[in-house]
Protein backbone atom coordinates (compact mmCIF):
# COMPACT_ATOMS: atom_id res chain seq x y z
CA UNK A 1 0.00 0.00 0.00
CA UNK A 2 1.57 3.70 -0.99
CA UNK A 3 2.05 6.18 1.63
CA UNK A 4 2.88 10.01 1.89
CA UNK A 5 6.73 10.63 1.86
CA UNK A 6 6.79 12.58 5.31
CA UNK A 7 9.13 15.67 5.31
CA UNK A 8 11.94 13.90 6.85
CA UNK A 9 12.47 11.34 4.30
CA UNK A 10 11.89 13.63 1.67
CA UNK A 11 14.80 16.16 3.18
CA UNK A 12 16.73 13.03 3.22
CA UNK A 13 16.17 12.20 -0.45
CA UNK A 14 16.88 15.52 -1.10
CA UNK A 15 20.44 15.66 0.64
CA UNK A 16 21.29 12.58 -0.72
CA UNK A 17 20.92 13.56 -4.20
CA UNK A 18 22.85 16.82 -3.61
CA UNK A 19 25.71 14.47 -2.40
CA UNK A 20 25.46 12.57 -5.38
CA UNK A 21 25.49 15.56 -7.47
CA UNK A 22 28.03 17.31 -5.64
CA UNK A 23 30.01 14.13 -5.81
CA UNK A 24 29.97 14.04 -9.48
CA UNK A 25 30.79 17.15 -10.06
CA UNK A 26 33.98 16.84 -8.76
CA UNK A 27 35.03 13.59 -9.75
CA UNK A 28 34.58 15.20 -13.04
CA UNK A 29 36.42 18.14 -12.20
CA UNK A 30 39.42 15.53 -10.88
CA UNK A 31 38.81 13.68 -14.36
CA UNK A 32 39.44 17.39 -16.73
CA UNK A 33 42.49 17.54 -15.24
CA UNK A 34 44.66 14.66 -16.17
CA UNK A 35 43.04 14.70 -19.26
CA UNK A 36 44.36 18.42 -20.00
CA UNK A 37 47.63 17.12 -19.48
CA UNK A 38 47.39 14.45 -21.55
CA UNK A 39 46.38 16.25 -24.78
CA UNK A 40 49.00 18.73 -23.65
CA UNK A 41 51.52 16.58 -23.51
CA UNK A 42 50.51 14.55 -26.81
CA UNK A 43 50.44 18.15 -29.16
CA UNK A 44 53.97 19.12 -27.30
CA UNK A 45 55.21 15.86 -28.67
CA UNK A 46 53.99 16.12 -31.67
CA UNK A 47 55.73 19.88 -31.84
CA UNK A 48 58.84 19.00 -31.07
CA UNK A 49 58.63 15.25 -33.22
CA UNK A 50 56.56 15.90 -36.20
CA UNK A 51 56.99 12.59 -37.23
CA UNK A 52 54.75 11.23 -34.57
CA UNK A 53 51.89 11.64 -36.83
CA UNK A 54 53.16 9.16 -39.11
CA UNK A 55 52.69 6.83 -36.57
CA UNK A 56 49.53 4.23 -37.04
CA UNK A 57 47.85 5.06 -34.18
CA UNK A 58 48.94 8.61 -33.47
CA UNK A 59 45.36 10.15 -34.30
CA UNK A 60 43.06 7.94 -32.48
CA UNK A 61 45.03 8.81 -29.20
CA UNK A 62 43.37 12.68 -29.91
CA UNK A 63 39.90 10.78 -31.02
CA UNK A 64 39.69 8.96 -27.81
CA UNK A 65 40.62 11.94 -25.90
CA UNK A 66 37.79 13.95 -27.49
CA UNK A 67 35.74 11.32 -26.89
CA UNK A 68 36.55 11.26 -23.11
CA UNK A 69 35.57 15.08 -23.09
CA UNK A 70 32.40 14.71 -24.79
CA UNK A 71 31.55 12.02 -22.03
CA UNK A 72 32.51 14.44 -19.58
CA UNK A 73 30.49 17.21 -20.92
CA UNK A 74 27.40 15.31 -21.24
CA UNK A 75 27.79 13.75 -17.78
CA UNK A 76 28.15 16.93 -16.46
CA UNK A 77 24.99 18.44 -18.20
CA UNK A 78 23.30 15.47 -17.21
CA UNK A 79 24.27 16.04 -13.57
CA UNK A 80 22.85 20.07 -13.83
CA UNK A 81 19.98 19.05 -15.27
CA UNK A 82 17.46 19.36 -12.25
CA UNK A 83 18.61 22.90 -11.66
CA UNK A 84 15.81 24.71 -13.82
CA UNK A 85 16.23 28.57 -14.81
CA UNK A 86 12.55 29.19 -14.76
CA UNK A 87 10.77 31.94 -17.19
CA UNK A 88 8.23 33.08 -19.19
CA UNK A 89 9.01 31.70 -22.75
CA UNK A 90 7.28 31.94 -26.51
CA UNK A 91 7.70 28.59 -26.68
CA UNK A 92 6.56 28.31 -30.66
CA UNK A 93 9.22 30.79 -30.87
CA UNK A 94 11.83 28.81 -29.30
CA UNK A 95 11.35 25.70 -31.01
CA UNK A 96 10.62 27.74 -34.33
CA UNK A 97 14.27 28.63 -33.65
CA UNK A 98 15.77 25.19 -33.12
CA UNK A 99 13.92 24.23 -36.06
CA UNK A 100 15.47 26.65 -38.21
CA UNK A 101 18.81 26.22 -36.79
CA UNK A 102 18.47 22.63 -38.38
CA UNK A 103 16.87 24.04 -41.64
CA UNK A 104 19.40 24.22 -43.92
CA UNK A 105 21.12 20.57 -42.89
CA UNK A 106 17.54 19.27 -43.37
CA UNK A 107 17.48 20.80 -47.07
CA UNK A 108 21.36 19.50 -47.91
CA UNK A 109 19.81 16.06 -46.76
CA UNK A 110 16.71 16.69 -48.88
CA UNK A 111 14.25 15.80 -45.96
CA UNK A 112 11.39 17.83 -45.21
CA UNK A 113 11.72 19.96 -41.25
CA UNK A 114 8.10 21.36 -40.36
CA UNK A 115 6.17 22.96 -37.79
CA UNK A 116 2.70 22.35 -37.22
CA UNK A 117 0.46 23.78 -34.40
CA UNK A 118 -3.00 22.91 -33.45
CA UNK A 119 -5.32 25.58 -33.79
CA UNK A 120 -6.11 27.43 -30.32
CA UNK A 121 -2.87 26.28 -29.10
CA UNK A 122 -0.77 29.22 -29.98
CA UNK A 123 -1.74 31.54 -27.36
CA UNK A 124 -0.81 29.08 -24.62
CA UNK A 125 2.51 28.54 -25.17
CA UNK A 126 3.20 32.26 -26.28
CA UNK A 127 4.21 32.42 -22.79
CA UNK A 128 4.77 29.20 -20.46
CA UNK A 129 6.71 29.14 -18.04
CA UNK A 130 9.89 26.54 -18.07
CA UNK A 131 13.20 26.94 -18.68
CA UNK A 132 13.88 27.60 -21.94
CA UNK A 133 17.68 26.73 -22.53
CA UNK A 134 17.26 23.00 -21.40
CA UNK A 135 13.68 22.56 -23.76
CA UNK A 136 15.73 23.99 -26.30
CA UNK A 137 18.35 21.42 -25.69
CA UNK A 138 15.81 18.95 -25.03
CA UNK A 139 14.15 19.58 -28.84
CA UNK A 140 18.11 19.89 -30.62
CA UNK A 141 18.72 16.64 -29.19
CA UNK A 142 15.33 15.20 -30.54
CA UNK A 143 15.46 17.15 -33.92
CA UNK A 144 19.51 16.24 -34.39
CA UNK A 145 18.37 12.46 -33.71
CA UNK A 146 15.72 12.28 -36.28
CA UNK A 147 17.98 13.79 -39.07
CA UNK A 148 20.10 10.74 -38.29
CA UNK A 149 17.72 8.20 -38.67
CA UNK A 150 16.43 9.40 -41.38
CA UNK A 151 17.63 9.50 -45.49
CA UNK A 152 16.39 11.68 -48.49
CA UNK A 153 13.13 12.45 -48.96
CA UNK A 154 11.93 11.12 -45.36
CA UNK A 155 10.27 13.89 -43.14
CA UNK A 156 10.60 15.24 -39.92
CA UNK A 157 7.47 17.01 -37.91
CA UNK A 158 7.13 18.97 -34.86
CA UNK A 159 3.64 19.03 -34.15
CA UNK A 160 2.53 21.19 -30.74
CA UNK A 161 -1.23 20.68 -29.46
CA UNK A 162 -2.97 20.15 -26.15
CA UNK A 163 -3.48 16.63 -25.46
CA UNK A 164 -7.04 16.26 -23.44
CA UNK A 165 -7.02 12.34 -22.60
CA UNK A 166 -5.17 12.81 -19.78
CA UNK A 167 -7.13 14.10 -16.39
CA UNK A 168 -6.08 17.32 -17.14
CA UNK A 169 -4.72 19.13 -20.05
CA UNK A 170 -1.44 18.71 -21.08
CA UNK A 171 1.04 20.79 -23.41
CA UNK A 172 1.49 17.52 -26.22
CA UNK A 173 5.08 17.85 -28.42
CA UNK A 174 5.79 15.26 -30.99
CA UNK A 175 8.63 14.75 -32.82
CA UNK A 176 7.58 12.56 -35.55
CA UNK A 177 9.83 11.00 -38.63
CA UNK A 178 9.48 8.20 -41.20
CA UNK A 179 12.81 7.38 -41.24
CA UNK A 180 14.33 3.93 -39.72
CA UNK A 181 12.45 2.90 -37.26
CA UNK A 182 13.92 2.25 -33.49
CA UNK A 183 14.41 -2.04 -32.56
CA UNK A 184 11.62 -3.06 -30.08
CA UNK A 185 14.54 -4.31 -27.98
CA UNK A 186 16.23 -1.07 -28.19
CA UNK A 187 13.02 1.03 -26.77
CA UNK A 188 13.10 0.03 -23.50
CA UNK A 189 16.75 1.18 -22.91
CA UNK A 190 16.74 3.90 -24.90
CA UNK A 191 16.61 6.78 -22.12
CA UNK A 192 18.59 5.18 -19.81
CA UNK A 193 22.22 7.16 -19.14
CA UNK A 194 25.07 5.72 -21.05
CA UNK A 195 23.22 3.55 -22.96
CA UNK A 196 23.59 4.20 -26.44
CA UNK A 197 22.95 1.91 -30.07
CA UNK A 198 24.75 4.72 -32.70
CA UNK A 199 28.49 4.36 -33.20
CA UNK A 200 30.43 6.79 -31.22
CA UNK A 201 27.39 8.00 -29.19
CA UNK A 202 27.90 8.54 -25.82
CA UNK A 203 24.00 7.67 -24.61
CA UNK A 204 23.37 10.62 -22.93
CA UNK A 205 21.15 12.49 -24.90
CA UNK A 206 17.85 10.65 -24.42
CA UNK A 207 18.38 10.37 -20.96
CA UNK A 208 18.97 14.00 -20.61
CA UNK A 209 16.02 15.06 -22.43
CA UNK A 210 14.22 12.37 -19.88
CA UNK A 211 15.37 14.45 -17.30
CA UNK A 212 14.58 17.81 -18.21
CA UNK A 213 10.98 16.69 -18.87
CA UNK A 214 10.51 15.04 -15.77
CA UNK A 215 11.98 17.87 -13.64
CA UNK A 216 9.53 20.13 -15.74
CA UNK A 217 6.99 17.85 -13.84
CA UNK A 218 6.23 16.17 -17.46
CA UNK A 219 7.16 12.83 -19.43
CA UNK A 220 8.13 12.04 -22.39
CA UNK A 221 7.66 8.51 -24.96
CA UNK A 222 8.28 7.02 -27.95
CA UNK A 223 6.68 4.42 -30.09
CA UNK A 224 8.45 3.31 -33.59
CA UNK A 225 6.72 1.50 -36.24
CA UNK A 226 8.04 0.62 -40.04
CA UNK A 227 6.51 3.77 -41.02
CA UNK A 228 6.68 6.21 -37.85
CA UNK A 229 8.82 6.82 -35.04
CA UNK A 230 7.71 9.36 -32.58
CA UNK A 231 9.01 10.69 -29.23
CA UNK A 232 5.48 12.54 -27.42
CA UNK A 233 6.26 14.94 -24.71
CA UNK A 234 4.22 16.07 -22.25
CA UNK A 235 3.91 19.14 -19.82
CA UNK A 236 1.64 20.69 -17.84
CA UNK A 237 -0.35 23.43 -17.90
CA UNK A 238 -1.32 26.44 -15.52
CA UNK A 239 -4.61 25.76 -14.26
CA UNK A 240 -6.69 28.61 -15.29
Known sequence: MCQDINPTTEEAIKK?????????SMF??????????MKGTLQYIELKYPEAKNYKYWGQLFELIGEMEQMMSDASQLNASAILNMS?????????????HYRPQAENQQKQLSVKTSPGCEAIIASYYCDSAKIKQVMSNLIKNALEATCPGNFI????GIDST???QMLS????????????????????????YKKGGTGIGLALAKRIIENHMGSISV???????SFNILLPLRES
Open 16 to 24: VREEYKNMT
Open 28 to 37: IHELRNPLSL
Open 88 to 100: ETNLLNLIEEVVN
Open 157 to 160: EIII
Open 166 to 168: KPR
Open 173 to 196: IQINDNGSPIPEDQIENIFKPFVT
Open 223 to 229: SSTETLT
